[in-house]
């Protein structure tokens, strides 16, 4: 079975300061890998996925994630964070041919001026 | 082109009540997904159907719990004689195709379930 654990359940930042979070998968064949973003009392959108080509994924609101194969990790990223990223993120995988999708935790991200 | 729709948005229940839980998809989907979301837990899958088929129901408990896309009408997620571990998030996802390529999944914004 897919695990997705994300290392960070809060981080908060700084308005324009840069943001990581991390995630890691397991699987023993080939995933795909997406970022989910929730804002409050919304449901969760798309930020970005990888499924094949190159390891540097570009999303919406300027971020961006890296799919390490070695490193079995997807880690998302921000270089300057505004305080309408305030959000859930959500970083889950799907086995390639499948439909499931596994799901971390997820990480709270609060970004105070 | 609306989103995915999931009604009502918040839905108390006392032990032993049913719950109903909606969800109409994006226009042109014809594949639905329920995911359930535990307290400080990420979503996990619960079922997935087409249009008056259950095509996978293995994250669903095996009792109390039933869901259903007939052809007209919002697919529904039905739980009986509820107890407070059925306290969590629902949320209903939709796709147009599903199989041997990826396609996105586009998500409601969930329904609230407290059981008191």
Not at chain 1, 7 to 30: G, H, I, K, M
Not at chain 1, 80 to 95: G, P
Not at chain 2, 34 to 59: H, T
Not at chain 2, 71 to 89: F, M, N, T, Y
Request: with cysteine; proline share 5%.
């Amino acid at each position: 079975a897919q695990s997705v654990t994300q290392l960070d359940s809060q981080v908060p930042v700084f308005e324009e300061a840069p943001v990581e979070l991390r995630c890691n998968y397991s699987s023993s064949v080939s995933v795909y890998l997406f970022w989910y973003v929730q804002y409050p009392n919304q449901g969760l959108q798309l930020l970005l996925k990888y499924l094949s080509g190159s390891t540097l994924v570009k999303g919406i609101n300027g971020f961006e994630a890296e799919f390490n194969k070695s490193q079995t990790s997807f880690h998302l990223r921000k270089p300057s964070v505004h305080i309408s990223d305030t959000a859930e993120y959500f970083c889950a995988a799907e086995r390639s041919n499948d439909y499931k999708l596994s799901f971390g935790a997820g990480t709270t991200v609060t970004v105070r001026a | 082109n609306a989103g995915v729709m999931q009604n009502p948005r918040h839905l108390v229940r006392r032990r032993g009540q049913e719950a109903r839980l909606r969800c109409s998809p994006m226009k042109g989907h014809s594949h639905v997904y329920w995911y359930r979301q535990l307290p400080e837990e990420g979503l996990k899958f619960m079922v997935y159907l087409q249009k008056e088929n259950i095509i996978d129901e293995s994250g669903m408990p095996k009792e109390r719990f039933s869901a259903e896309f007939p052809k007209e009408g919002p697919s529904i997620l039905r739980i009986q004689q509820v107890v407070r571990g059925d306290s969590a998030a629902y949320f209903c996802a939709s796709s147009p195709v599903a199989g041997i390529r990826v396609n996105e999944q586009f998500f409601g914004p969930g329904t609230r379930l407290t059981v008191l």
